[in-house]
Nanobody, 121 residues
Framework: QVQLVESGGGLVQAGGRLRLSCAAS????????MGWYRQAPGKEREWVAH???????DYADSVKGRFTISRDNAKNTVYLEMNAMKPEDTGVYFC???????????????WGQGTQVTVSS
């Protein structure tokens, strides 16, 4: 199995910045893609950004130009640098990973437990 542990959430003022980290551990052969999602109070979970093993990235329009996703394959870790933050960025941020496990052919998807991000106006 695989565990994803997020860190770096907290309270920040509008216009500020935060950096989230998500470290994966377990019986990992290769992490094929990693991403971030968020869920605001009373809303459904929404995709924020993702990055492939080859470092191709994509972002939701709402964060494009403000957020940067990156990864360290040696550490099985993905980061989300959030700049020029807005109150509407508030929510629980979840890490997601699509993983090939050791000895298995299929890919599996895993989720972290989430980390709270609050942006005050």
């Amino acid at each position: 199995q695989v565990q994803l542990v997020e860190s770096g959430g907290g309270l920040v003022q509008a216009g500020g910045r935060l950096r989230l980290s998500c470290a994966a551990s377990g019986s990992i052969s290769r992490i094929n893609a990693m991403g971030w999602y968020r869920q605001a109070p009373g809303k459904e979970r929404e995709w924020v950004a993702h990055i492939t093993h080859g470092d191709s990235t994509d972002y939701a329009d709402s964060v494009k130009g403000r957020f940067t996703i990156s990864r360290d394959n040696a550490k099985n870790t993905v980061y989300l640098e959030m700049n020029a933050m807005k109150p509407e960025d508030t929510g629980v941020y979840f890490c997601n990973a699509v993983v090939s496990l050791k000895g298995l052919v299929l890919e599996y998807e895993y989720w972290g437990q989430g980390t709270q991000v609050t942006v005050s106006s």
